[in-house]
């Protein structure tokens, strides 16, 4: 038997491991059946280009829990180790990199280094155990070994009567760690972290119902056999080619890493790309609607099938992180307890190819499937408006399939939008107005009217939308967009032809001076000659102005504390309606009065504007009328 002391001036480094590098305790299964599958991977290699003369079988990884005897056992059939090389690779190589780490990291430990440089992922195993014994044989013919360390510098290393290749592993668990010896704890983070190792994974046995045979008797009990259990999918459907899955299959994986979804997904993206760095994954669009307060970080991120995080900042574009997935690269650095990225150059080239790909995907649907694509619009739309304000390189795309509804379920391309609507809606400055609605039922008689010129209007009801024209105009300069309720059809589209009014320059400003006697302050009366058919009276709400309100609540805008601004509103009269007369001539002021405040109020209801008490008198107000 061999004892010493490792080479470490720290007197107990396991502590300070425990303190700087694992925040999360729970790790230390991930890790540890991580090396065993590296292990047995390893020796499938090396039988492949004939180095290891051995039969590789059928290996597996197999969780053990004594918790009588206060142990968990973590047993490969990998390629196992010598006692030079448990003496190389546990007590050298570790130990000295630990303090390496160690006094290199001290101020920031927990976000510096890059797993496997140290070779620190098997020191996790001190978080909840007070004594780890490794009892290993090598593939090679030599005897095997058993190591012991109860996380101080002292080890034992003596030769073991181990004769099957492979690695144990025994915890011994630590008094503040004892809830890791519950059977449903081990299975809960087998779950997580493991699910698609690559390596199967076995966690005691089940039971299992033999099919009934054809001539069995009516009486016939099934037989049932106890099976291995094993907990995890080895070959799970991004490691495959898209073309060896079908959408049943894509399916089904997804119903695999979201048990608790009930909605299938819309469709998918499968990503796979080996220069200039390697990467699989499939990202799922769910339905989102226009909820922006839409859980994210629900694509799990993997390194060689094993599960790192769910929060993906920095290498999915933000707009992305909306969607479900997976994403497993080898190539995304890590911090040493592989729980967060590490900035790099190689991170930004892999966010910047999975926005390419999703934007070709998304052109391949539309181009395959126009009908189908429309039909999921209002379901995926937040996340491309997203896209497009937030990465250039996808707005440059989107160009080929964002689309554009209007309120009476067409769909345009905002190309074949200019092309429809230039002849019809370009004003008299050669400018292609483009009328929008935020809301069909509230805008519905600001609608009517437009579409009773003949004028399309768009249906543009997302919360970000006022971000996203502005940068649509920005693009297009002889493009305006305009809301429906922003001002009267004939000054939304100015065109030659000007209606003239009724009434004298003076008899106008008589009205004006009548009616702003009695319209609160928050309205600006505006006068204007319309059709004698048109309302009398029209609230509207200047685009400009309410378009910022919207930016700034929304965060951006450019224009410091709008969002608290109060909301404010144009009365456009109509010179040429009977009711305009009516009020100009009325001598009797209260007659007059309530003719002024009963126009406003109905203006004010087809706004949805008129609420609380305001509503309750005009209703009382109303039937005394009809009396």
């Not at 030769?159 to 690695?167: E, W």
């Not at 966690?203 to 056999?225: C, H, Q, S, V, W």
């Not at 909605?263 to 990467?279: G, Q, R, T």
């Amino acid at each position: 038997m061999t004892t010493g002391k490792i080479n470490v001036s720290v007197e107990n480094i396991f502590p300070l491991i425990k303190k700087f590098l694992y925040s999360d305790h729970e790790i230390f299964l991930r890790e540890l059946v991580s090396n065993g599958t590296d292990a047995t991977l390893k020796l499938k290699h090396l039988i492949s280009i004939g180095e290891a003369k051995v039969e590789y079988g059928n290996p597996v990884i197999e969780i053990k829990v004594d918790k009588e005897g206060r142990k968990i056992h973590i047993i490969d059939q990998g390629l196992g180790m010598t006692a030079d090389e448990v003496e190389k690779y546990i007590n050298q190589v570790a130990f000295s990199g630990a303090e390496e780490f160690l006094d290199k990291y001290k101020d920031s430990a927990k976000d510096s280094g890059i797993i496997g440089h140290f070779g620190l992922g098997f020191y996790s195993a001190f978080m909840v155990a007070e004594k780890v014994e490794i009892i290993t044989k090598s593939y090679k013919d030599e005897p095997a070994a058993h190591w012991t360390c109860d996380g101080s510098p002292e080890f034992t290393l003596e030769p073991a009567d181990k004769t099957s290749r492979g690695t144990e592993i025994i915890l011994h668990i630590a008094e503040d760690s004892l809830e890791f010896l519950e059977d449903s704890k081990i299975s809960g983070l087998l779950n997580k972290y493991n699910k698609f190792m690559p390596i199967p994974i076995k966690f005691g046995t089940r039971t299992e119902t033999l099919p009934k045979p054809e001539d069995a008797p009516e009486d016939y009990i099934n037989e049932t056999i106890e099976v291995d259990n094993i907990i995890n999918n080895p070959n799970p459907a991004w490691t495959k080619q898209p073309s060896e899955l079908s959408d049943e299959d894509y399916k089904n994986f997804y119903r695999e890493l979201y048990p608790m979804q009930f909605e299938d997904p819309l469709f998918n993206i499968h990503l796979n790309v080996d220069y200039p760095f390697n990467l699989t994954g499939i990202l799922y669009f769910p339905k989102l609607g226009s909820d922006m307060q839409i859980q994210k970080d629900k694509i799990q991120l993997y390194q060689n099938q094993v599960y790192v995080t769910d929060n993906v900042e920095g290498i999915v574009p933000e707009f992305l992180t909306m969607l479900k997935g997976v994403i497993d690269s080898p190539d995304i650095p890590l911090n040493v307890s592989r729980s967060g990225l590490q900035a790099d150059g190689a991170v930004k080239k892999i966010s910047n190819y999975i926005t390419r790909k999703v934007a070709d995907k998304l052109k391949a649907l539309f181009n395959e499937n126009r009908a189908d694509f429309e039909a999921k619009w209002n379901d995926i739309k937040i996340v491309l408006e997203y896209g497009m304000l937030s990465e250039d390189k996808f707005y440059e795309k989107a160009g080929a399939f964002v689309l554009y509804p209007t309120v009476d379920d067409k769909y345009f391309t905002l190309e074949e939008l200019k092309e429809n609507l230039k002849e019809n809606q370009t004003d008299k400055d050669g400018k292609l107005v483009v009328l929008y609605a935020g809301n069909k039922d509230a805008q519905h008689s600001y609608i009517e009217t437009a579409k009773e010129k003949g004028y399309e209007v768009l249906l543009l009801d997302s919360p970000i939308i006022s971000h996203l024209i502005q940068k649509i105009e920005g693009d297009n300069k002889d493009v305006t967009f305009v809301r429906v309720d922003s001002d009267h059809i004939d000054n939304l589209i100015k065109k030659d032809e000007n209606t003239i009014s009724k009434l004298s320059d003076e008899e106008k400003e008589t009205l004006k001076t009548s009616l702003e006697a009695y319209i609160p302050k928050a309205y600006s009366v505006q006068l204007e000659a319309m059709d004698s058919q048109a309302a009398p009276f029209i609230i509207t709400q200047p685009e400009f102005m309410r378009r910022m309100k919207e930016m700034s609540q929304s965060g951006g805008g450019g224009m410091f504390g709008m969002g608290n601004m109060p909301e404010m509103y144009n009365l456009v009269v109509n010179t040429n309606s009977d009711l305009a007369t009516s009020i100009l001539n009325t001598e009797d002021k209260t007659h007059q009065e309530h003719l002024v405040k009963q126009a406003l109020d109905l203006a004010k209801l087809s706004q949805n504007l008129l609420k609380g008490e305001a509503l309750t008198a005009f209703v009382k107000r109303s039937f005394e009328m009809i009396k």
